[in-house]
Every structure is written in structure tokens, then in C-alpha cells.
């Protein structure tokens, strides 16, 4: 086998004339990616694409992948000659954690996506990833004066030697107002053990004319200039503002860019192995659409069976169905994605004619069943001017899957009930799952360590095993180990805050961690009050057993998103006046990290005490924050919401912290006709902290952030009701179960016993066993 050692150090000397010594991190970051591509083989796209037996191909417009270097290494058994390379020549391992971090994500659907991809190598299946490789990312966060600021996230400033760009399987993609080529760049992804090679294939947008000289030279410098940016705009930047219509045309141009690409990719590969037998594709590929964002695929498909191959549109559509399924991640109707027709038409006419037919089968398929209580109007793919995509989602599939078992029982009984109603044999629920290598594995090789002492390397591709941790549990010295352990993560963390934010924070106190994105529904604003509610307490003697406590938020806020920046500066504000105190300097800090990302969840859920999972109850289809969190030996305090359902089954309510309204108390109140207005007025410590966004505690800055967030708690607005997420129902339970939690960490033999808890029972949580149940139930590999 080749030495691993000796191609890093060839590669530098070939390409920059350096050795290990004086290279640069960008340097020895190529050289790296290079001798691990040499193991992998540069044939990695062509092997992966065109494999032997079904292939799932998993369609997501987000794959939040991380840093790759690490975690390759450690998939093809390469980390410990890194290692030693580095420290022979005087260097440290971790210097290449200032590399690449590709933001192609911007929460859990993006790094679902990332896990399922290493699992499925890890098992021996085909499943390949397609997707957008974004220039851009999501974006770079910095918090100026408790804003969240935006910058561009040029992750391939350093460039991107992971990625192979296959020119000659370039896409022409159409769209009404011209042409432009989709090219694939594939990234391996690599098994545990290296045994088996699948590839995420990423398509960068690039105009047709990559110079047009004849316009250029008729000095239509404008017109040139804009034709190029339009194509390049479409791989930009992920998820861009969409509140104009041009937005809207970009996102929809996104969707449909690498939707259409990948499916004639998939179809050019088939007729190399098939010619134009349709009727094997279904047996070939499974294509799993991960939320509405790639639903555009089903008429694209259906509009190339027709128009190109000559197939009839009910034998089209049977393939269809056959091969696709859909994956629904949320609950809200408001996030069910919708498309005026009229938008529609302006970027994909050529394709709406088939949304039509689809339409049109639809009520002719629904004309022959027995729909009571409901009527054909509930299932219109195309309702008057909008165009339903998780309706057409569900129709053109045969299998429509929720994340976590509550999700999926709101989805079959309310969300989505009445296709429920008519085909039940489509639902089912696969829980979402991480991927234990990196979570566990690769980010806590502390924790790794005593997992492997007490039981052995097998847990890395079977999580079950972390059953045997239980035995631990009961020995106190053990406890004491694995206590360390979080104390040595801690102190990490509190250095590497530091060093990013310039923070000092004690690594004695309970770390209380909210990592997320920021929306309504995950109630970063009720933690925030909650904050507020134990300071005046400390200050005021109400609260007088405490263990100090240091409350750690990573979040971004989707651009156009006034509210959810609104809570960022709010979280801000209160973190400025706490930290500032002097009476807390021992009891209470407050910190908001800047530009949260996967590297940063990484070192904060290792170091985690308390993992806040505090959704309402019935908006988290899932999470998996909370399972790295849990794997990595924090307690939850959360709603029974989601998978934090799961995680109490599993590792016991006894040894996590739930509160708060469960999802048919909330349907209660909603009933009731929940006054927001009546529980602020009759507890002063509730209106106490609610009036800071009003009474001058705080400044916005002059925006009018906290006055509308204050008046959208007790007024609403103009599309929803007051205080739609429940906060002030579920303030008082929520305080007091982080005070209990607070209390219970004094014992810390007790409360490490509730954390070696969690990790013994974080089995059923791994992206192995989802994907198993994908494989084995849905893509029948």
C-alpha cells in the first residue's frame, strides 16, 4: 500500500517546492486532500455513478458537510499518519481547522443530509448525493453591537482540492430566459474503513458563452457582463432573499437548476446500461426528495420520458412513483412550499404544462375514491394561483416519511390528514440520526478514548453497543472519569471562545447550550427570558441555591428574518448587562457565538452540561441537535417535542428534563381561544421580563426590533395570533425545570450519572440505523 506520509510530503514538493516544515496551512491543506484523493482514485465519480446494482440518489438543496480533511482521514484509517507527520516536523495537528468549513447548509436538513451520505457508504449502499455547490454558502456571521451582520462565506478562497469537476458530464439546463450548463464537482464520500467510495455531486452554474466577444465588441459591455452573472448567480449563494419577485425567480431557478440536472444525469447513465428500457429505471434508482425543495424533479422527469423518450404520460408517471419518495420536515403549513403559477411560468414554462398533467391524473385518480369528509379542492396540486409542491410531493410518490415518530403521527392525524385518509400505506416514519463518527468519534477523541477502554472499537459502526456503557453507570470511579472528560471538553470550548470571541468564560460554571438556527418556533426568546427572569432572582434573593451557570447560544437568522435578528440583539443586550454586573461575575455569564457553524457545534456539544431543546411542543419535526448532544453526554431540558420523545424513551425521563405544554395541551389552548395578554397581567415575574423589550432596559439601536417583538407576544399581527409559540404558557414550567436541573448538578456523581445515561442509550440514534430503515423500507436496496 502506498505510504501515506510520503505523498503529502511529494505533493509539496511537487506543487510548491516546500516541505512539511515551511508549507502553509493552505499548502499542507492541498497536499493532504491530494494524497488522500490518490487513495480514494481519481476515478471516485465514475465508480460511484455508475455502480453496480440500485442506486439512491438523494436529492437535498442543502448538504452542510463540515470540515472534510479530519473526517476523511479518520474514514480511510489515515489520522494517526497525519498526525505523526505533523508533530515530526514540529507542527500541530489542529492547524488544518482553519481550512475550508463549506457552508452548504443552514441547520439539520443540510447536515441530515451529510450524515445520511456517510452512513450509507459506511453500510455498503449506493446512495449518492446531488445538490448546488454554492460559492457562497449560507453566510459568514459577525455580531457588531449585538447585530447580526452578514458577509460573504468564500469557503474556496483556500481552494477545494476535494472536489473532482467532470466537465465532460456537464448539463445543459433550460430555463425561459436562457440556457446554462450545469458542472458537476464530486466530492468523495468515503466509508468507514475505506472499503466503499459513494460521491456527493454538487453542480456549479456557468453561462453557455463563457465570453461573448460579439456582444462585448459592439461595446454592449452591460448586456455581456449580465448574461454571465445571471448564470453564476443561480450557484451563488444558498438560499437567497426571496421576499421580491426576483428572489423568488432565483430560488425557483435553484430548485429546478440542479433538480433537472441531476435527473438527466441519472438518465444518461441508465441508457448507457439500458438504452431507452424505461421500464428498468425504477429497479435502478431510487431518488429521495429531502423536503419540497427538489419536488421539480417529478414533472422534469416525466417531461423527458414524454417529450425525448416517447413514453406515454400515465407510463411516465408510473415510473415516477415508482421511483421517487419524499421526505416532509416540517409541520407548519406556512413552510409547506408554494409556487405562484404565474412565477412559475416565467422561469419554467416548458415544464408547467406537466403540473398540469399532474393535476389532471390527480383528479381523475381521486374521482374514483370515497374523499369524506373532505373534497377534491384539499388536494389540488394547483389550487388557483399557487402551485402545491409537497401535495405533488405526496401524489407522484409512492412513500411520504416523517422524521421522528410524534412528527409522523402529526402528519398522518393532522398536517397532512387527509392524504392520510387515502393512502395510508405511504406514511411511514424513519427518525432522523448523526452520524457517530464524527460526532462522537472525531470531535471528542477524550470521550472516544474511555468508550474504547470500557468496551471496545465496535460502537463506531454499530452505536447499539453504547449499551454496555450502562454497567458504568453504577460505578462511581467510572463516573469520575467520564465527569473529567466534560471538564477537560469545557476547558477547550473556553479556550477556543477565547480565542474566537475574546470571551472569558469559566469552564466550573454549567454550560447551558442552545445550538440552532434562530426561528420563532425553537424559542430562543424564551430562553432568553428565562436568563432574565434568574438574574433578577439572584438579585433580588428570590433565587438562593445556585450553581453558577454560563448560558452559550449559536445561531443565524436567515437575512431577510427581522424578528429572529431582533432575538439575536436581544440575547445581546441581556448578555451586555449580566456580564457587565459585577455581582454575577461567580453566578451568571451570558455569550452568543459568532458565525455558528459545524466546526463550532463540534466543540460546543462536546462541552455541553445542558442541551436546551425547548420547541413547542408539536413544530420540531426532529432535531438532531439534540442527539449530538445526548451522544456527547448532556441532559436534555426540553418539550416532549420532536425526537426529544425518543431520547426520554430511550434514555429515561428520570435522567433528562422535560417541561412544559405537550402537543394536545397546546391544541387545548388554541381551542380555548390562549389569551397571551391574561398570563402577562397576572405574573408580575413574567411581565417583568416581557416589559424590557419596551421600558428602556435595553436599546435596539433605534430599529423598533423589541417593540414589534413585545407587540407580537400580547397583539400578534397581521398573520398570526399573539404570542403563536406559547411562551408565556410555558414560562414558569420551563424556569422551574432549569432550576431544578441547576440544583440536581450539585450532586455531580448523581447528575454524571444522568449523563453516562444518555450516551449508554444514544444507540437508536445514528444515521446508520435511519438509513438501514430507508434502504431496507423505502429504496428497497
Not at 701 to 709: C, D
Request: charged fraction near 25%; proline fraction near 3%.
Amino acid at each position: 500500500m502506498d505510504n501515506f506520509k510520503t505523498n503529502v510530503i511529494e505533493a509539496l514538493k511537487l506543487d510548491y517546492g516546500k516541505t512539511v516544515k515551511n508549507a502553509t496551512i493552505d499548502e499542507l491543506y492541498a497536499a493532504v486532500a491530494k494524497a488522500s484523493i490518490n487513495r480514494v482514485g481519481h476515478d471516485f465519480p465514475q465508480k460511484a455513478t455508475e455502480a453496480s446494482g440500485k442506486k439512491a440518489a438523494y436529492l437535498s438543496a442543502e448538504f452542510l458537510i463540515g470540515r472534510l480533511t479530519y473526517n476523511n482521514l479518520l474514514n480511510l484509517g489515515l489520522l494517526g499518519q497525519y498526525t505523526e507527520l505533523m508533530y515530526e516536523n514540529g507542527r500541530d495537528p489542529g492547524e488544518l481547522e482553519e481550512t475550508e468549513d463549506p457552508a452548504l447548509g443552514n441547520g439539520g436538513l443540510g447536515r441530515l443530509a451529510a450524515c445520511f451520505l456517510d452512513s450509507g457508504a459506511t453500510l455498503g449502499y449506493n446512495l449518492n448525493g446531488y445538490g448546488i455547490r454554492y460559492k457562497y454558502g449560507l453566510f459568514k456571521q459577525t455580531i457588531k453591537e449585538g447585530f447580526q451582520v452578514e458577509e460573504p462565506d468564500d469557503w474556496m478562497k483556500d481552494g477545494d482540492p476535494w472536489s473532482v469537476r467532470c466537465e465532460e458530464e456537464k448539463v445543459l439546463v433550460h430555463f425561459k430566459d436562457g440556457d446554462v450548463w450545469a458542472v458537476p464537482y464530486d466530492m468523495p464520500v468515503i466509508a468507514y474503513g475505506g472499503k466503499k467510495i459513494n460521491t456527493l455531486r454538487l453542480w456549479q452554474a456557468e453561462p453557455v458563452k463563457e465570453f461573448d466577444f460579439e456582444l462585448f465588441n459592439d461595446q454592449e459591455y452591460a448586456k455581456e457582463a449580465a448574461n454571465r452573472n445571471s448564470a453564476f448567480g443561480i450557484s451563488a449563494v444558498l438560499y437567497p432573499n426571496d421576499s421580491t419577485k426576483a428572489g423568488k425567480q432565483l430560488r425557483l431557478k435553484q430548485q429546478y437548476f440542479f433538480s433537472a440536472a441531476s435527473i438527466r444525469d441519472m438518465i444518461r447513465t441508465f441508457k448507457k446500461k439500458y438504452g431507452s428500457n424505461f421500464k428498468k429505471f425504477s429497479s435502478e434508482y431510487a431518488i429521495q426528495l429531502n423536503d419540497t425543495h427538489p419536488t421539480v424533479a417529478i414533472p422534469e422527469f416525466i417531461r423527458i420520458m414524454v417529450e425525448e423518450e416517447g413514453l406515454t404520460f400515465k407510463t411516465a408517471l408510473k415510473i415516477a412513483r415508482e421511483t421517487f419518495a419524499y421526505t416532509n420536515h416540517t409541520v407548519m403549513a406556512e413552510a409547506l412550499e408554494k409556487w405562484d403559477v404565474a412565477l412559475f411560468k416565467s422561469v419554467i414554462p416548458h415544464v408547467y404544462k406537466y403540473v398540469q398533467s399532474l393535476q389532471r391524473a390527480m383528479v381523475k385518480d381521486l374521482s374514483k375514491l370515497d374523499l369524506a369528509p373532505y373534497t377534491i379542492e384539499n388536494y389540488n396540486l394547483i389550487d388557483g394561483n399557487l402551485i402545491h409542491m409537497a401535495r405533488m410531493a405526496i401524489y407522484a410518490t409512492h412513500s411520504t416519511n416523517g422524521v421522528a415518530a410524534i412528527h409522523t403521527e402529526i402528519l398522518k392525524h393532522d398536517a397532512l390528514k387527509e392524504w392520510y385518509r387515502i393512502y395510508p400505506e405511504r406514511f411511514n416514519n424513519k427518525t432522523n440520526g448523526i452520524t457517530q463518527r464524527r460526532w462522537l468519534a472525531l470531535c471528542n477523541r477524550e470521550l472516544t478514548g474511555f468508550i474504547n477502554d470500557a468496551i471496545g472499537q465496535t460502537w463506531i459502526t454499530d452505536l447499539d453497543d453504547l449499551k454496555k456503557l450502562e454497567v458504568l453507570a453504577k460505578d462511581n470511579e467510572e463516573i469520575r472519569k467520564f465527569n473529567e472528560i466534560k471538564r477537560v471538553k469545557k476547558v477547550q470550548l473556553a479556550a477556543y471562545i477565547k480565542e474566537k470571541e475574546g470571551i472569558d468564560i469559566n469552564p466550573d460554571f454549567i454550560f447551558d447550550v442552545q445550538m440552532k438556527r434562530l426561528h420563532e418556533y425553537k424559542r430562543q426568546l424564551l430562553n432568553a427570558f428565562s436568563i432574565l427572569d434568574i438574574y433578577f432572582g439572584l438579585k433580588d434573593g428570590r433565587i438562593k441555591e445556585f450553581t453558577p451557570m454560563c448560558f452559550i447560544f449559536g445561531a443565524k437568522a436567515a437575512p431577510g428574518y427581522f424578528r429572529a435578528k431582533g432575538i439575536i440583539k436581544y440575547i445581546n443586550e441581556i448578555g451586555k448587562m449580566i456580564n457587565s454586573d459585577p455581582d454575577m461575575k461567580d453566578k451568571l455569564q451570558v455569550v452568543f457565538v459568532q458565525n455558528y457553524n459545524v466546526s463550532y457545534a463540534e466543540k460546543l456539544c462536546t462541552a455541553a452540561d445542558l442541551s436546551e431543546q425547548i420547541s413547542t411542543a408539536g413544530t420540531e419535526a426532529s432535531g438532531t441537535g439534540n442527539m449530538k448532544l445526548m451522544l456527547n453526554g448532556a441532559v436534555t431540558l426540553g418539550t416532549y417535542d420532536g425526537a426529544n420523545v425518543e431520547i426520554v424513551a430511550e434514555a429515561g425521563e428520570e435522567n433528562n428534563y422535560i417541561f412544559g405544554k405537550r402537543v394536545e395541551e397546546i391544541d387545548e389552548l388554541k381551542a380555548e381561544g390562549y389569551d397571551s395578554k391574561k398570563l402577562y397581567k397576572a405574573d408580575p415575574r413574567l411581565k417583568r421580563v416581557v416589559d424590557t423589550l419596551v421600558d428602556g432596559t435595553f436599546s435596539d439601536g433605534g430599529t423598533g426590533m423589541f417593540r414589534e417583538l413585545y407587540t407580537s407576544l400580547l397583539e400578534g399581527a397581521s398573520w398570526h395570533k399573539p404570542d403563536h409559540y406559547f411562551i408565556f404558557a410555558d414560562f414558569n414550567s420551563y424556569v422551574e425545570t432549569k432550576l431544578r436541573a441547576n440544583r440536581d448538578y450539585k450532586d455531580r456523581l448523581a447528575f454524571g450519572k444522568k449523563c453516562l445515561m444518555n450516551v449508554a442509550n444514544a444507540g437508536k440514534f445514528s444515521s446508520d440505523r435511519t438509513i438501514k430503515d430507508y434502504a431496507t423500507d423505502i429504496w428497497k436496496l
